[in-house]
């Protein structure tokens, strides 16, 4: 086996555990005296340092073994919590995530953290004991309990797992001459551990460098193939203590314990004698000399859980896929929602009976595990909102402002290929509101405001849309001075500018190269920013709008679709072409006669309800050529929208609303104006997808 085959689970398993002890630092500094969350950031920094050694990323290890050092004599009360040691502790989280970062990224995850060891060395040197003395110490008294424990129960003491025919015995009385131990070792696996080979494989990795492999229980090959429940056996000769042996075993991931047996010469030597004794009579045999027994420190969860399994409640089952496979998965399913579409037009033709029959169930079986399919897709935002504590935490102490960041609706789903997108946005959003928009303490405290602002996050779904909100109860938005800005850079004309409503200024704001920043910092304040938030978000088929009233805050809405591999649309033709426009962008659809369209500054546009509409001829954009020219007094015209703005698109008909899988132009077909890609219509034609967003630009 090779390393590699796990890299992917090493990755992502660091991830998580980077993720988990920067929330649990974030409620250490809410909440100092608590060393039970020091006991959790502890653990997962021991998981992550034993899961690190093992792959072979030693600066990674290292690294987190001194993190350890300093959170281990803050668990035993040797170094109390301040605001500088969580500092340091804060930036060796970000170093190893920048580590494991480089690691995903093909590198070899090394990275020059030589002045965040010096800090974390001189806060382990203020204090009267070393954590490395500290943390032996305390597993050594943990052994020592366990084996006190064994020992007040002599009737329980562990027997030989392993049957050893005569060579293998040879072995072990020969190992012991030459001065080395001859142990069985037991692991035991967490029931909810994943990828149980892997965890194997690191044992064997620990074990075959500190001496050699006898022989296992179940056999390499089933190990390998997983056919065993929870624990294995291995029959070790090594020069290595039991206790070694064990804290080594330990600082895998997923290990819930190990018992290390010390295998006494003598029993090999009286049972040689006597070969056809009964099995039973040499299990009876008093076979251990010492026993050391390790314990993870997550191991009462897994009693409770164990307990719950007896009682009769399920336990919760999951297991890692690879997005790739789910990608692949989605692009089959799309494929038969493509036949989908043509059996029910061919049945619609034939309009056979059992035909039309078969065909509704099928299309209802379809519905079911179209719905399952996506919602294997579907991703909690939390993936993306749980990297935003801790950067507000460090723009905060930056910009030397008091700000609480408030999450709500981590919950919420949305689709891994909209979640990939949505990080980058959102990072730019939460920068502006905590630079732009939350003033400083002294400027807030001469308003009668908290010193401290408040940041929202929230997501919550509405229809087939996700919405996710930024709310800060800062400056709000100036629009003077936005105004007085986007009139110097030539983004607007005065004559522009006298009938623009609030919205629309405020909008202003997400223009290309905009910014009020007075002083250009690394926050923000160098013109970019908000209109790349703003290309992303409709890229993905959504749209930001912004409220704001000056000196109460503001509000970033952004409106995401749920998905955007299959989508509804309404099909309009032109001449004999067919085309597909996203329902998300639709109003509704009209029918206007020739006489409505009027002419205002070289556009032509109609009256809807009272607002002004202009008019965008399809077959024009598209240069659809026509046999003769439609002539007939009226107009077919779908009514979209862009945030504020409004167009009607003219077309010569409508064919009725339908799902449509969404499929890409190629390589070849790029920066197509005005679409956004194609579909295969039951039957067979191709229909291109019209991008509204570009259309009204």
Same mark, same amino acid.
């Not at 967490?190 to 074990?207: G, P, Q, S, T, W």
């Not at 897709?377 to 930056?398: A, E, G, Y």
């Not at 992303?536 to 912004?546: D, K, P, V």
């Not at 805050?553 to 001449?575: A, C, D, K, N």
């Given at each position: 086996?090779?390393?590699?085959?796990?890299?992917?689970? *090493?990755?992502?398993?660091?991830?998580?555990?980077?993720?988990?002890?920067?929330?649990?630092?974030?409620?250490?500094?809410?909440?100092?005296?608590?060393? %039970?969350?020091?006991?959790?950031?502890?653990?997962?920094?021991? %998981?992550?340092?034993?899961?690190?050694?093992?792959?072979?990323?030693?600066?990674?290890?290292?690294?987190?073994?001194?993190?350890?050092?300093?959170?281990?004599?803050?668990?035993?009360?040797?170094?109390?919590?301040?605001?500088?040691?969580?500092?340091?502790?804060?930036?060796?989280?970000?170093?190893?995530?920048?580590?494991?970062?480089?690691?995903?990224?093909?590198?070899?995850?090394?990275? $020059?953290? &030589?002045?965040?060891?010096?800090?974390?060395?001189?806060?382990?040197?203020?204090?009267?004991?070393?954590?490395?003395?500290?943390?032996?110490?305390?597993?050594?008294?943990?052994?020592?309990?366990?084996?006190?424990?064994?020992?007040?129960?002599?009737?329980?003491?562990?027997?030989?797992?392993?049957?050893?025919?005569?060579?293998?015995?040879?072995?072990?009385?020969?190992?012991?001459?030459?001065?080395?131990?001859?142990?069985?070792?037991?692991?035991?696996?967490?029931?909810?551990?994943?990828?149980?080979?892997?965890?194997?494989?690191?044992?064997?990795?620990?074990?075959?460098? $500190?001496?050699?492999?006898? @022989?296992?229980?179940?056999?390499?090959?089933?190990?390998?193939?997983?056919?065993?429940?929870?624990?294995?056996?291995?029959? *070790?000769?090594?020069?290595?203590?039991?206790?070694?042996?064990?804290?080594?075993?330990?600082?895998?991931?997923?290990?819930? =314990?190990?018992?290390?047996?010390?295998?006494?010469?003598?029993? *090999?030597?009286?049972?040689?004698?006597?070969?056809?004794?009964?099995?039973?009579?040499?299990?009876?045999?008093?076979?251990?000399?010492?026993?050391?027994?390790?314990?993870?420190?997550?191991?009462?969860?897994?009693?409770?859980? @164990?307990?719950?399994?007896?009682?009769?409640?399920?336990?919760?089952?999951?297991?890692?896929?690879?997005?790739?496979?789910?990608?692949?998965?989605?692009?089959?399913?799309?494929?038969?929602?493509?036949?989908?579409?043509?059996?029910?037009?061919?049945?619609?033709?034939?309009?056979?009976?059992?035909?039309?029959?078969?065909?509704?169930?099928?299309?209802?079986?379809?519905?079911?595990?179209?719905?399952?399919?996506?919602?294997? =897709?579907?991703?909690?935002?939390?993936?993306?909102? $749980?990297?935003?504590?801790?950067?507000?935490?460090?723009?905060?102490?930056?910009?030397?402002?008091?700000?609480?960041?408030?999450?709500?609706?981590?919950?919420?789903?949305?689709?891994?290929?909209?979640?990939?997108?949505?990080?980058?946005?959102?990072?730019?959003?939460?920068?502006?509101?905590?630079?732009?928009?939350?003033?400083?303490?002294?400027?807030?405290?001469?308003?009668?405001?908290?010193?401290?602002?408040?940041?929202?996050?929230?997501?919550?779904?509405?229809?087939?849309?996700?919405?996710?909100?930024?709310?800060?109860?800062?400056?709000?938005?100036?629009?003077?001075?936005?105004?007085?800005?986007?009139?110097?850079?030539?983004?607007?004309?005065?004559? &522009?500018?006298?009938?623009?409503?609030? @919205?629309?200024?405020?909008?202003?704001?997400?223009?290309?190269? *905009?910014?009020?920043?007075?002083?250009?910092?690394?926050?923000?304040?160098?013109?970019?920013?908000?209109?790349?938030?703003?290309?992303?978000?409709?890229?993905?088929?959504?749209?930001?709008?912004?409220?704001?009233?000056?000196?109460?805050?503001?509000?970033?809405?952004? &409106?995401?679709?749920?998905?955007?591999?299959?989508?509804?649309?309404?099909?309009?033709?032109?001449?004999?072409?067919?085309?597909?426009?996203?329902?998300?962008?639709?109003?509704?659809?009209?029918?206007?006669?020739?006489?409505?369209?009027?002419?205002?500054?070289?556009?032509?546009?109609?009256?809807?309800?009272?607002?002004?509409?202009?008019?965008?001829?399809?077959?024009?954009?598209?240069?659809?050529?026509?046999?003769? &020219?439609?002539?007939?007094?009226?107009?077919?015209?779908?009514?979209?929208? @862009?945030?504020?703005?409004?167009?009607?698109?003219?077309?010569?008909?409508?064919?009725?609303?339908?799902?449509?899988?969404?499929?890409?132009?190629?390589?070849?077909?790029?920066?197509?104006?005005?679409?956004?890609?194609?579909?295969?219509?039951?039957?067979?034609?191709?229909?291109?997808?019209?991008?509204?967003?570009?259309?009204?630009?």
């Amino acid at each position: 086996m090779e390393l590699n085959q796990y890299l992917e689970m *090493f990755i992502e398993e660091s991830k998580e555990h980077l993720q988990a002890c920067s929330e649990h630092l974030l409620e250490l500094e809410k909440n100092p005296e608590d060393l %039970t969350i020091v006991g959790e950031i502890f653990r997962s920094a021991h %998981t992550l340092k034993g899961m690190a050694a093992t792959m072979g990323f030693e600066d990674l290890a290292d690294l987190t073994h001194k993190m350890e050092n300093i959170l281990d004599a803050i668990r035993n009360s040797k170094i109390k919590v301040n605001a500088e040691i969580l500092d340091v502790v804060f930036e060796s989280v970000d170093h190893l995530e920048e580590m494991v970062f480089d690691i995903a990224d093909g590198g070899d995850g090394k990275r $020059n953290v &030589q002045a965040t060891v010096e800090k974390l060395k001189r806060i382990e040197a203020g204090e009267p004991a070393t954590t490395d003395t500290e943390e032996i110490m305390a597993e050594q008294e943990v052994a020592a309990a366990v084996v006190a424990t064994e020992l007040e129960q002599p009737a329980q003491r562990l027997e030989l797992k392993l049957s050893y025919d005569d060579f293998e015995k040879t072995v072990i009385l020969q190992s012991s001459e030459q001065d080395f131990n001859a142990f069985e070792i037991t692991v035991f696996l967490r029931e909810d551990c994943l990828l149980k080979a892997a965890r194997v494989f690191m044992v064997f990795e620990i074990l075959e460098k $500190n001496g050699d492999v006898i @022989k296992s229980s179940p056999t390499v090959d089933k190990l390998e193939e997983e056919q065993f429940d929870s624990e294995f056996h291995v029959a *070790f000769i090594s020069k290595e203590s039991a206790e070694d042996l064990q804290k080594m075993l330990m600082k895998v991931s997923e290990v819930d =314990r190990v018992v290390v047996n010390k295998i006494s010469r003598d029993v *090999f030597v009286t049972k040689t004698t006597a070969i056809d004794v009964p099995v039973e009579e040499v299990q009876s045999q008093p076979a251990v000399q010492e026993t050391v027994t390790a314990v993870s420190e997550e191991q009462p969860k897994t009693a409770a859980a @164990k307990n719950n399994n007896k009682s009769g409640h399920a336990s919760s089952k999951t297991i890692r896929v690879n997005i790739e496979r789910l990608d692949i998965l989605m692009n089959l399913f799309e494929e038969l929602a493509i036949d989908r579409g043509r059996l029910l037009t061919i049945a619609g033709d034939v309009n056979h009976g059992e035909l039309n029959e078969t065909v509704e169930r099928m299309s209802r079986t379809m519905g079911d595990l179209q719905n399952i399919v996506l919602t294997m =897709r579907m991703v909690p935002v939390d993936t993306v909102f $749980n990297r935003f504590p801790k950067m507000v935490r460090q723009l905060s102490r930056d910009l030397n402002k008091k700000i609480e960041l408030n999450i709500v609706g981590a919950e919420t789903e949305l689709d891994r290929t909209v979640i990939d997108e949505i990080g980058d946005p959102l990072v730019h959003l939460i920068r502006n509101s905590v630079d732009h928009g939350i003033e400083s303490p002294e400027v807030r405290r001469a308003k009668g405001k908290p010193e401290e602002g408040t940041v929202e996050l929230r997501a919550y779904h509405s229809g087939n849309y996700v919405f996710i909100e930024i709310e800060d109860d800062g400056a709000g938005i100036n629009r003077e001075k936005v105004l007085a800005k986007a009139l110097s850079k030539g983004i607007v004309t005065h004559e &522009q500018s006298l009938t623009m409503t609030d @919205k629309q200024i405020n909008e202003l704001i997400m223009a290309s190269g *905009f910014s009020t920043a007075d002083v250009i910092s690394d926050v923000s304040g160098r013109g970019v920013g908000l209109d790349v938030v703003k290309t992303t978000i409709e890229s993905l088929g959504g749209n930001i709008s912004i409220e704001s009233t000056q000196n109460v805050g503001s509000v970033f809405s952004i &409106q995401l679709p749920l998905t955007l591999s299959i989508i509804s649309v309404m099909l309009v033709e032109i001449e004999n072409e067919i085309y597909a426009i996203p329902l998300s962008s639709i109003i509704e659809t009209s029918i206007i006669r020739h006489s409505d369209i009027l002419n205002a500054h070289n556009q032509k546009v109609i009256d809807f309800r009272g607002k002004v509409v202009p008019l965008v001829f399809l077959e024009e954009i598209f240069e659809v050529p026509r046999a003769e &020219q439609k002539d007939d007094g009226f107009h077919s015209v779908v009514i979209v929208r @862009k945030g504020d703005k409004l167009a009607g698109l003219v077309v010569d008909s409508f064919i009725g609303q339908q799902e449509i899988v969404l499929k890409s132009l190629g390589n070849y077909l790029t920066n197509i104006f005005a679409i956004s890609g194609a579909t295969i219509l039951g039957n067979g034609k191709v229909a291109l997808i019209v991008d509204c967003n570009a259309l009204m630009k």
